[in-house]
């Protein structure tokens, strides 16, 4: 529940939003484009933000840090209320939806990681060692690009 102090504070302007979390307000306008933050606009046209737009920043800014698409990220936040200040449990649910996404994400960078010395990609040039993980060019069949690394889907595996 919101207090009464944060309901007595004034909304945001773009310019405040954007000093608050560091954000670009040409970025900002982006976000509500592309509806993942909303405004409502003053009797001259300007725009403001409910205060609790600035987590909202936050969670979109920290999402595309590990490389989650606008698309995703647009999803999850449809999840949150929009008749009010989301609460700690709301932020928590949707923290939940990306938690196998990110481990598998997790998973294939570790394997790029590990496996970035051995193998570039096969398909690549016929490194000499090639011939023993990937006998035949039997990869290059496939298609181009980092077969071992990973397969059409971006999933990674193991030969």
């Known amino acids: 529940m919101v ?23 040409s970025a900002l306008r982006f976000y509500e484009d592309e509806g993942l933050i909303h405004s409502r606009r003053t009797a ?4 403001r933000y409910r205060r609790d737009t600035l987590r909202r920043v936050t969670f979109v800014r920290m999402s595309q840090r590990v490389g989650m ?4 990220i647009r999803e999850v936040l449809a ?38 010395d051995d193998c570039v990609g096969c398909g690549c040039m016929s490194l000499a060692k090639c011939r023993l993980a990937n006998p035949g060019d039997r990869l290059g069949a496939e298609g181009p690009g980092p077969r071992r690394v990973a397969d059409h889907r971006g999933e990674g595996y193991e030969d």
């Open 79 to 116: 999840l949150l209320p929009d008749d009010r200040t989301p609460t700690r449990a709301d932020w928590t649910r949707i923290s939940q939806c990306w938690q196998e996404d990110l481990n598998a994400r997790i998973r294939r960078l570790e394997q790029l990681r590990d496996q970035l």
């Open 3 to 25: 207090n009464a102090t944060a309901r007595s504070l004034p909304d945001l302007t773009v310019g405040e939003l954007s000093r608050r979390s560091g954000v670009p307000a």
């Open 69 to 72: 698409p606008l698309s995703k």
């Open 44 to 47: 001259g046209n300007q725009r």
